[in-house]
């Protein structure tokens, strides 16, 4: 004969599919590369500006503009 013998239960699949997830989530969090930013005491993406201050390899890329109207130049 084809096919299972018994119905399985629903919490089973729900199971299974659960344990999937957990592995995909576990690859994609191993994937995702971050590095601490000393400049703007963050995480970022690795090859990426820093999202606080601005900084790529140890230079500002972008002019920041605090309340007090004093510009930084990079």
């Known amino acids: 004969m084809i096919g299972p ?3 399985r239960p629903i ?3 729900h ?3 659960s344990a999937r997830k957990r592995v995909k989530m576990k690859y994609w969090l191993n994937k995702i590369q971050t590095r601490w930013s000393e400049e703007g005491q963050c995480f ?3 090859h990426r500006v820093c999202p606080k201050s601005w ?3 140890g230079k500002q890329v972008k002019t920041i ?3 007090a109207s004093d510009v ?3």
């Open 15 to 17: 199971q299974r599919h």
């Open 65 to 67: 503009k605090s309340k």
């Open 55 to 57: 900084y790529y390899k």
């Open 5 to 7: 013998r018994k119905k």
């Open 72 to 74: 930084i130049e990079a």
């Open 44 to 46: 970022k993406l690795n």
């Open 11 to 13: 919490s089973k699949k």
